[in-house]
């Protein structure tokens, strides 16, 4: 597609369930990037992929979130034994280079755990 | 610790009435400055890029602007469709991109 496309677009999780997130980023795009947005917040940085490797996950927030690239372009966001706390919007974005260049937005997977 | 604030928080203009919104920042190593604008239970929609101070990009009603410490984004005769939340966000030397809270724009016909 043209877009940087996320699924699920809304989930409901029970507190305590594991929940996978995935990204199609951009054709071609070297750099993915996984956002965490509360509600009236800028998007906070949680993780940085260039290709398959995970550059920089100083931004996750607790050993349950987890990422992965396998093959450098799909990527899965995963929460383990969720808390209400990890209640969001999920964004994923890619960019076509690893410096200098804009990041392109999915419309985000809105995560509530109840 | 890079950091990015903008302001105000909220801004309501009348259709018609130019204004600007503020987007301070410190940054290890800038490598760009981007201008996004977010409607409401969507991903940012990317508006501009600046690189270095004095550059200037124009789209439309909006014209961005860079300085060493900040940038505006200046809106001209505003339309009620410009109503969003505008983000502004820096990469640093380390490919991290840093974002802040936003200004939501309201404006009203």
């Known amino acids: 597609g043209a877009g940087v496309s996320q699924s699920p677009r809304y989930k409901v999780a029970k507190r305590g369930q594991d929940v996978a997130l995935r990204c199609d980023p951009i054709?071609?795009?070297?750099?993915l990037f996984w956002y965490q947005q509360a509600l009236g917040q800028g998007p906070e940085f949680l993780t940085y992929?260039?290709?398959?490797?995970?550059?920089?996950k100083s931004g996750l927030p607790s050993d349950r979130f987890f990422a992965e690239r396998p093959e450098g372009s799909v990527s899965t966001l995963k929460i383990q034994r969720t808390q209400q706390e990890d209640s969001a919007v999920y964004l994923c974005a890619s960019s076509e280079y690893e410096m200098n260049t804009e990041a392109f937005f999915g419309q985000g997977t809105r995560l509530t755990v109840v | 610790e890079d950091q990015v604030t903008q302001s105000p928080e909220a801004l309501r203009l009348q259709e018609g009435e130019s204004s600007s919104l503020n987007c301070s920042y410190t940054?290890?190593?800038?490598?760009?400055l981007f201008w996004y604008r977010q409607d409401p239970g969507k991903g940012p929609e990317f508006l501009f890029t600046?690189?270095?101070a004095g550059e200037e990009k124009e789209k439309e009603r909006l014209k961005a602007t860079l300085t060493k410490k900040e940038s505006f984004l200046h809106i001209t005769a505003p339309k009620p469709e410009d109503s969003a939340t505008y983000l502004c966000a820096v990469r640093d030397n380390f490919n991290k991109f840093y974002f802040g809270s936003g200004t939501k724009l309201n404006v009203k016909p």
């Open positions: 940054v290890s190593g800038l490598r760009g």
């Open positions: 992929f260039q290709n398959e490797a995970q550059l920089d």
């Open positions: 600046l690189y270095s």
């Open positions: 054709s071609g795009h070297v750099s």
